[in-house]
C-alpha cells in the first residue's frame, strides 16, 4: 500500500496536482474522493480532466449523478451524495463504469455505494486546513 502526501495553498495547485496525476493514468483507474463538502474534490476532478486532455467544462454531477468527459480517456465522474441505497445505483448500471479500462472513474460520497467499489482503488482524502490550504493524501488499495 502506497500512501502519498500533498499540500496545496490554492485552487490552482489542486488542479495541476490532479492533471499531473492523470497524465500517469493508461485506463481503468478508480479514484475515491474523500472530504467534507467544500473541500475542492470537484476542482481535483477538472484537474484529471485536463491531464486526460478533456476541452469540456467539468461541473459537479451532484443532481446528475453521473457526468462523463471525453478525452485521451474518458472520464467517469460520479457524485453520490445523494444516494440511500447503493442498489439505486447497480440497477442504473453505473457501476459498470467503475475500473473500466478504456476510462478513469473519479467517485464522490464513495461511503454511499461501498459494496459496489472495485477491489483496486485510489483513496483521495482532501482536507480542508483552512480556507485556501489542503492536505491531498492519496493511498492505492
Not at 1 to 6: D, G, S, V
Not at 27 to 43: D, F, I, Q, V, Y
Not at 70 to 79: M, S
Amino acid at each position: 500500500m502506497e500512501i502519498r502526501e500533498f499540500i496545496s495553498h490554492s485552487v490552482d495547485e489542486t488542479q495541476s496536482f490532479a492533471e499531473s496525476l492523470a497524465k500517469g493514468f493508461n485506463g481503468g483507474e478508480t479514484l475515491l474522493l474523500m472530504g467534507e463538502m467544500g473541500a475542492g474534490k470537484t476542482h481535483f476532478v477538472k484537474g484529471l480532466a485536463k491531464g486526460l486532455c478533456v476541452d469540456q467544462v467539468v461541473t459537479s454531477p451532484t443532481f446528475a449523478l453521473h457526468n462523463v468527459y471525453t478525452g485521451r480517456l474518458t472520464l467517469n465522474h460520479f457524485d453520490f451524495y445523494r444516494i440511500d441505497d447503493s442498489q439505486e445505483v447497480a440497477i442504473l448500471g453505473l457501476d459498470e463504469f467503475f475500473c473500466d479500462k478504456n476510462g478513469v472513474a473519479a467517485i464522490e460520497w464513495s461511503e454511499n455505494v461501498a459494496d459496489l467499489l472495485p477491489k483496486r482503488y485510489i483513496t483521495v482524502t482532501i482536507d480542508k486546513l483552512d480556507d485556501n490550504t489542503r492536505k491531498i493524501t492519496l493511498q492505492n488499495i
